[in-house]
């Protein structure tokens, strides 16, 4: 099934994409996790707090009413924790010159980093703004030092994000922190799909394009660490919860590794497409405040 979270009537709801449009979730009958995020959350307020309330995603999810006119906002707006993987393709790998890594390549962002499937994405003018397109899974389970297999049964769905880079910060010192975690710089959505309906390891086609000319494109069987090596992996030293966000990393084709370096600019259409789950379209305002 495909969930989101929509704007409707003044408000944003957690919903499912059904045959009669967006109808809300309603609210889980139990809480799974009394520490979880977002306690006193309403649990059909977005889908991070419908997950984090203990809410599951699947065919028999209870529905509520429709949401006529709903409005297709960010997924997980709130997330907990965003763990982003670096250097997880191979063809990207070898155009930044590097051996294939024995360990997943980490980072963090902020929820104040994601935007919406159709939202700008607004970065200070005069940066170097690359484009990173990624497949996303959505933690549905907590899970500590999990194995492959616990991983991967704690998959709630899949998701469509760019990883948005300013590589001038990025490439400042040796951690890439300051430049991936700027505000309103990762769309992501426009669904979540649950593991029934997409299969990363079958082979998912991943693209970007930038006005319409296609800059990558790869397949997510040619991870080097899939979907449960990385929630295992990340699991062993911190607890990811319902609703967290996990990005797992961008095939080749980035502009920073073109020669000349390519970059993007102001009014630019960035486009990123996962096969199965959707179309992102986010237009670049590079705007005049100081970086």
């Known amino acids: 099934m495909h969930f989101g979270t929509v704007a409707h009537a003044g408000t944003t709801r957690a919903a499912a994409l059904t045959c009669d449009g967006w109808r809300a979730l309603a609210a889980p009958t139990a809480r799974h996790d009394a520490d979880a995020p977002y306690a006193a959350a309403s649990p059909t307020a977005d889908l991070s707090a419908f997950l984090a309330a203990g809410g599951t995603l699947g065919a028999d999810t209870p529905l509520a009413e429709v949401l006529e006119g709903a409005t297709v906002r960010a997924p997980l707006p709130r997330p907990a924790?965003?763990?982003?993987?670096?250097?997880?393709?191979g063809e990207h790998i070898r155009e930044t010159g590097r051996d294939l890594p024995s360990h997943p390549t980490l980072f963090v962002k902020y929820a104040d980093s994601l935007v919406g499937p159709t939202d700008d994405v607004s970065l200070p003018s005069g940066t170097d703004v690359d484009w990173e397109a990624e497949l996303a899974v959505v933690v549905g389970a907590t899970i500590r030092s999990a194995d492959r297999e616990t991983a991967a049964a704690a998959i709630a769905g899949y998701t469509v994000a760019n990883d948005v880079s300013v590589r001038d910060w990025q490439y400042r010192?040796?951690?890439?922190?300051?430049?991936?975690a700027w505000d309103d710089s990762t769309p992501t959505g426009p669904v979540v799909v649950t593991p029934d309906q997409v299969d990363p390891g079958a082979g998912l086609t991943i693209t970007?394009?930038?006005?319409?000319?296609?800059?990558q494109r790869d397949s997510t069987v040619t991870l080097v660490f899939d979907s449960a090596d990385l929630l295992a992996y990340i699991s062993t030293f911190t607890t990811l919860r319902p609703g967290d966000l996990v990005l797992t990393g961008t095939p080749g084709g980035v502009g920073v590794a073109r020669d000349p370096k390519r970059f993007l600019a102001d009014g630019d259409v960035l486009e990123t497409e996962v096969e199965g789950i959707g179309l992102l379209r986010n237009v670049i305002r590079l705007t005049d405040h100081t970086a």
Do not use: A, H
């Not at 924790?81 to 393709?89: F, P, R, S, T, W």
């Not at 010192?173 to 991936?180: D, N, P, V």
């Open 173 to 180: 010192t040796l951690q890439w922190f300051q430049g991936k």
């Open 208 to 215: 970007c394009r930038v006005n319409g000319e296609e800059v």
């Open 81 to 89: 924790k965003v763990i982003c993987c670096g250097l997880n393709y």
